[in-house]
Every structure is written in structure tokens, then in C-alpha cells.
């Protein structure tokens, strides 16, 4: 049960508008959760990070992600608030925790590393940048602009494949999606470095997913490095998902903006204006396969660094109808629930229960 205490002001991180919250007690955890248009995350007045059910901490000390686990499987830990999921639902996206602390950032900053030098075991499906092609991508350096993408990181790394098998974020997936049952899709890092760092073309995902059906899926987007304006957060244009599939339509304005080729294609009221998605250090922040979303350039000097994991609840078939760099990987036949070693089951209710 919680117990609401006193009110106070909230901030929003990385802006200066201030929202009224309530400070909370749930066993043992203290907090803060908020209320307003974006009151899953915010710094309280000690600098701690809330989201809508509290906050990542015990004290003054930051969760780590074997408290998460143990606290989770004894159902002490509130998950994403029916607020939270209804502004998933009608905007498209939704901030959720810290579900990192400073060492597991630098542990997956230092894996990103070795696969980017060549140095892991075993290497990624894909590593490129994506605004000229390039199959492999060192971290030599570059005087054009750049956006790193590595997919399936979790095949090459063991810390990422913990990553994608992250508690918190895997239970709150699993309410988004209203699952019992996760697997990966496929993970991605895209790491745009300072000055150079290329924009992220507007898109949604699922139409480069031309082999999976229905678009269910939900993304886990975790910062390695605060992701503002400055340096090229993404931006979301709210609503946008329940426009259906527009591949073909969607551009952008000379500064970056969203714009559709054929508005009249697009539902009664719909508006194209987007909202920067700012995600700090260790934070996850989720989205719909449909959300459109891109980014401007990093044109400051601080690294802007994502691992995002690719959510599919348990009913996502195989229905090839395109390529995909994944379908090499699939071993069951059209029409079949998509399944087998290489999209791995990372959540199931019944286990987390039976744990509690």
C-alpha cells in the first residue's frame, strides 16, 4: 500500500518547467511520483531521479540491478502506473527509470568498445554507419557525418545480453505490450559521436521489420551518456503510432523537424510536431514500433551513446514479406510464432512469480 506524504516541486530534467508531486513510502523505498503531462521521470529537490512509482534509490544510494532482480521477484517494487501505461498508449511513448548505475554504464561502454575495435570474441550481427553504408565501422576518426549502428550486441557480448535480460525493464515492457511472455527481437546501438555525429533520419520502426506481424513490439532505449537537445536526443511526435504504417511519407524539414509528403493521408486531427525525448545516463526511456522518431545531429563534444533492445510479446509471428538482416537467423516456418535460440526468451510472468 502507499502511502502518499507530503507535496512538493518536481523539475523536469533538462528543463526548467516545475511539476507538483508527491513524496511516497512503499516499503522501504522513498520517493517521489508526479503528476502532469511527463511524470514518469524528474529530479526531486535532493537531485534523485523519480519516476511515476519512486524512485531508483534506497536512501542516498542508487539500486543496483541485483536489488532490482530480488526486489522485483518479492513484488516490493512498483512498476509503470496505470498513468504511465495510459500515456504509453494514447502518446506513444514513456520514460521510465534509472535501471543502471555508474558501473554497469561503464561496463557496457567498455564492451561497445571492444566490438567497435574488433577486439571481442564474437562479433555483432551488423556494424556500420548508417548514413553511407559503411559493413564496419572502427573508432577510427571521421570528418563526415556519423551514426554507429551495431545490431545484436547481446550475440557478442555477454554484459548486453544481461542488459536485454534487465528485470525492471523486461517487466515494464511486458505491461506495455500486455504479455506474459518476452523475447528479443533484435538490440541495436547507435553511438553518434560529438561534432560529427549525423542525424537520425525520421522513421518508424516496424516497416524495417518487414517480416514480423502484428506491430506489437516495443523498444527499451537505454542512454550510456545523458541524451539532451544539445547532443541529439531523439525527438517523438506524440500520437504518431496510431497513424498506421506511413514508410514512404514520412521526411524531414531543413532543421530536422518531421514532416509527411501526403497529409491528407494521415487521420482526422493529426498533428506532425514533435517533442525532444531526453534520457539521461542510465535511464530507459520506451516506445511503439510505430512512434515516429528521429534526431538532429550531435554537433556538441559529448558522445551520445544508446543501446536499444527490441522487445516482441509472445504472440509476434513470422510473416516474411521484405529482407531483413535477421531473417538468416529465423528457423520457423511462415505463420509460425517467431521463437528459437537467436530471439531468446528473456521474461516469463509465471517464472517471476513463482520466484516471489
Known sequence: MLQYLDRHECSLFGGTRGLFGWTLKRRGFEGAATAGSDKSNRMNPSGRLCRG??????????????????????GEWMMLTPEQIREFDEQGFVKGPVVLDQGQVEKLRSELDAVMEGRSVRPPVLNRNLLN?????????SK????????????ASDAFLT????????EEVAQLCRTDTLRIWHDQVQYKPPVTGGPGGWHQDFPAWPVLQPPDLVSAWVALDDAVVENGCMWMVPGSHRWGNQKGYITRTPDYMPSH?????LPPGARVEAVPFEIRKGQVGYHHCLTWHGSPPNR???????????????????????????RTFVEVQPGEILAGEHFPVVFRRDEVAARS
Do not use: F
Not at 553504408?133 to 576518426?141: I, L, R, S
Not at 542488459?163 to 523486461?170: E, G, K, L, S
Not at 509528403?261 to 493521408?265: G, I, V
Open 53 to 74: 512509482g519512486g524512485c531508483g534509490q534506497v536512501g542516498s544510494r542508487r539500486v543496483g540491478s541485483g536489488e532490482w532482480s530480488e526486489r522485483l521477484t518479492r
Open 133 to 141: 553504408g559503411d559493413q564496419t565501422y572502427g573508432m577510427q576518426m
Open 144 to 155: 563526415t557525418d556519423t551514426v554507429v549502428q551495431i545490431v545484436n550486441m547481446w550475440m
Open 163 to 170: 542488459h536485454a535480460r534487465n528485470p525492471v525493464i523486461c
Open 261 to 265: 509528403r501526403e497529409p491528407d493521408r
Open 300 to 326: 556538441s563534444t559529448r558522445k551520445r551513446r544508446a543501446i536499444a533492445v527490441h522487445y516482441m510479446p509472445a504472440h509476434i509471428r513470422y510473416e516474411p514479406a521484405g529482407s531483413h538482416v535477421m
